[in-house]
């Protein structure tokens, strides 16, 4: 499974790691994905062999997190001892935490262009448009994929955000049917093979392939803006997959929820798709926001997800539990105050090795 281009076949390299110089073992950790990293560390027993180093590997979690007051609004002025973290249920010694806002964003745009997003196509082009314009700094970068009965990688990572327009404005309904079809399926810019009946919405396998193949090997603040109604139908991907693939690329998604309820009905169907968009919000810190069809109410959305993505805390630590065993474990994040709420991922893969997590 892999992305199409709407014209020739791309080849995305997936990176293994980041080799760091031991010279830099003291230093504060750089918020790597996967969450776990392995940082090598000095000894003084260089002293004795100067032609040898000792590496020892530890883990390091980082951990991006935002906190609202009991009156919603975000809190952008706590320090380290204002927050635990616990793992597992086990208490966890903090070892850096900083407020974040000018480190360098990655974001990635899943736009939703199936059948059931006919009517409100126009409307999530022009707020995408709009927010890239705003949000988009020096050092940000972004693409953008669609995805309908294919997963298409309309424009790769820019910080242009004239080139990023021109590939939104471009999208289309593609049904494999009419309305923006390439044709047969798997002819030119045909879907990702998929099993049956071509129809559908590979949501799912757009968030796998998100994640594994764009923000995998991408370091530092990273997140997946999904539009979308949350219906899918033909993925490959089963949703607790996708929600793994995004945990282990330590991304954060938000899902602005687009759902023009009356196309249901014509398709003779009901909606079903914001309670799994929920969990794949909520695992990995981010949230889902209902805008219905309403051009407002999204907008307001887009502006929600930038100021939460510029009022972000970084906190980093070593697990009590060294073990690379691949295990998912539980976090937990609680800051002291007056009815404060941590929005932040549930909780990661204790992996070292990001070849043998991609298996």
């Known amino acids: 499974m892999s992305f199409r281009w709407p014209c020739f076949a791309l080849v995305l390299p997936l990176l293994t790691g980041l080799a760091v110089p031991a010279a830099f073992g003291q230093l504060p950790p750089s918020p790597d994905a996967p969450p776990v990293s392995n940082f090598p560390n000095t000894s003084t027993d260089q002293e004795a062999n100067p032609s040898e180093t000792l590496k020892v590997n530890v883990n390091l979690v980082s951990l991006y997190f935002t906190v609202r007051d009991k009156h919603n609004g975000l809190v952008a002025n706590l320090?380290?001892?204002?927050?635990?973290?616990?793992?597992?249920?086990?208490?966890?010694?903090?070892?850096?935490?900083?407020?974040?806002?000018?480190?360098p964003l990655t974001l990635g745009i899943l736009l939703d262009t199936s059948g059931s997003q006919q009517n409100v196509l126009q409307m999530e082009q022009q707020a995408a448009d709009n927010f890239l314009k705003q949000v988009l700094r020096k050092k940000d970068e972004a693409f953008l994929v669609t995805f309908d009965v294919n997963v298409n990688l309309e424009q790769d990572f820019t910080n242009s955000p004239s080139l990023l327009a021109r590939a939104i404005d471009h999208t289309e309904?593609?049904?494999?049917?009419?309305?923006?079809?390439?044709?047969?399926?798997?002819?030119?810019?045909?879907?990702?093979?998929?099993?049956?009946?071509?129809?559908?919405?590979?949501?799912?396998?757009?968030v796998d392939l998100a994640s594994n193949d764009k923000l995998r090997s991408e370091t530092g603040r990273k997140a997946l803006?999904?539009?979308?109604?949350?219906?899918?139908?033909?993925?490959?991907?089963?949703?607790?997959?996708?929600?793994?693939?995004?945990?282990?690329?330590?991304?954060?998604?938000?899902?602005?929820?687009?759902?023009?309820?009356?196309?249901?009905?014509?398709?003779?169907?009901f909606y079903t798709g914001d309670a799994q968009m929920r969990k794949l919000a909520e695992d990995t810190g981010g949230r889902v926001i209902n805008v219905g069809n309403n051009g407002k109410k999204m907008e307001d959305a887009f502006a929600q997800i930038e100021e939460e993505l510029r009022t972000q805390y970084l906190a980093s630590y070593t697990p009590t539990n060294k073990a690379l065993d691949g295990s998912y474990r539980k976090v937990d994040i609680f800051c002291k105050g007056d009815g404060l709420k941590v929005q932040s991922r549930k909780g990661y893969y204790a992996v070292g090795n990001t070849e043998d997590d991609a298996q």
């Open 79 to 103: 320090i380290k001892d204002d927050c635990n973290i616990f793992e597992d249920k086990q208490p966890q010694t903090v070892k850096n935490f900083t407020a974040e806002t000018d480190l």
């Open 173 to 206: 309904i593609n049904t494999a049917g009419g309305n923006g079809a390439a044709g047969v399926p798997g002819i030119g810019t045909g879907p990702v093979p998929v099993h049956g009946t071509p129809k559908g919405t590979l949501l799912y396998d757009a």
């Open 225 to 269: 803006i999904l539009l979308t109604d949350g219906e899918d139908q033909g993925s490959e991907t089963k949703p607790g997959k996708a929600i793994e693939a995004a945990q282990k690329s330590n991304a954060i998604v938000y899902v602005l929820l687009i759902a023009d309820r009356g196309a249901y009905f014509n398709y003779g169907g």
